[in-house]
């Protein structure tokens, strides 16, 4: 099975902070997702990348960017930590649409 | 704007009774898939539906996609305490291949 894996299940970080999030899957699929999942809200995409070095934003990037050096590692980078993105953090993994998603546990990401 | 709107948002029921759950949109899509997320970690697939009017089964779960392809249900026979979690339902973002939009997702609480 594929497997997704979050550096980090809690993070807790200050207002200001540079946060990073990993995400590495050990499979060889070319589609990876950020999310942020807030109650009432749902799952709302961030970025998503299709290929190594390539980016695109997702319905909220700000505030946020990527990184994909490698093809396994997929990372999502909060410039400026502010309190609005306190949230639970998910990242995904796909071969294809109609594969569906392979996502990670998750990082429930406090700032304060 | 495409939208997935699922109902009820909560549903709390007593261990061996039915239920259905319900995702309903506006928009066509070419494939719908549901997830379930157990509290604390990620949504993991479990059926995608490709065909209008389509029922697919896991065990006692049946999942029936719309004949028009803009609706689908999630039906649980004799519900038990493991069927606990959020289930969401997701379909393709016709403006990017492979990206989901997600539903805001049915809490169901199963009780011994």
């Known amino acids: 099975d594929v497997k997704v894996t979050q550096s980090s299940r809690y993070l807790v970080k200050r207002t200001g902070e540079k946060v990073f999030l990993e995400c590495v899957q050990d499979?060889?699929?070319?589609?990876m997702f950020w999310y942020r999942q807030d109650p009432g809200l749902g799952l709302r995409l961030i970025y998503f990348?299709?290929?190594?070095?390539?980016?695109e934003k997702g319905d909220i990037p700000e505030g946020y960017s990527v990184s994909r050096e490698k093809k396994e590692r997929f990372s999502l980078i909060l410039e400026s930590a502010s309190t609005n993105q306190t949230s639970m953090y998910l990242c995904?993994?796909?071969?294809?649409?109609?594969?569906?998603?392979?996502f990670g546990s998750g990082t429930r990401l406090t700032v304060v | 704007t495409q939208l997935l709107e699922q109902s009820p948002q909560f549903l709390s029921i007593q261990e061996g009774e039915n239920l259905t759950v319900y995702c309903n949109s506006s928009s066509v899509f070419s494939s719908l898939q549901w997830y379930r997320q157990e509290p604390g970690e990620g949504p993991v697939l479990l059926v995608t539906?490709?065909?209008?009017?389509e029922v697919k089964k896991l065990k006692r779960l049946t999942f029936q996609f719309g004949d028009a392809r803009k609706d689908s249900s999630l039906h649980i026979t004799a519900a038990q305490p493991g069927d606990t979690g959020l289930y969401l339902c997701a379909g393709e973002n016709g403006g990017s291949q492979g990206n989901l939009i997600f539903g805001k997702g049915t809490k169901l609480s199963v009780k011994p």
């Open positions: 990348s299709y290929d190594v070095k390539m980016k």
């Open positions: 995904a993994n796909s071969k294809g649409f109609d594969y569906g998603y392979t």
């Open positions: 539906v490709v065909t209008g009017g």
């Open positions: 499979m060889d699929h070319e589609n």
